[in-house]
C-alpha cells in the first residue's frame, strides 16, 4: 500500500481499480485498503472489485471506496 499511494500521488491519479480474488486473504486486503486510503490523497477514489471483494465487511471499506 504505500508504494501505491506514493506512485497514484506521483502520477495524479484521481482513481484506482483493485481486484480481491484471494478468499484467504480478506482480512489482510481489508487492512491494506484502509492503509492505502490514509496514505494517498483524499480526493483518489478507490475502486474495489473481485470474487473476494463481496468478503470484505462494509465496515472495513474507507469512505472513498466503491465496491464494484
Do not use: H, K, N
Request: with cysteine.
Amino acid at each position: 500500500a504505500p508504494d501505491l499511494a506514493t506512485y497514484l500521488d506521483r502520477v495524479g491519479a484521481s482513481a484506482v481499480a483493485l481486484s480481491f480474488v484471494m478468499r484467504d486473504q480478506v482480512e489482510a486486503s481489508a487492512a491494506e485498503l484502509e492503509e492505502l486510503a490514509r496514505r494517498s490523497p483524499p480526493t483518489l477514489e478507490i475502486w474495489v472489485g473481485g470474487l473476494a471483494a463481496a468478503e470484505i465487511p462494509l465496515a472495513r471499506l474507507p469512505a472513498r471506496c466503491r465496491l464494484l
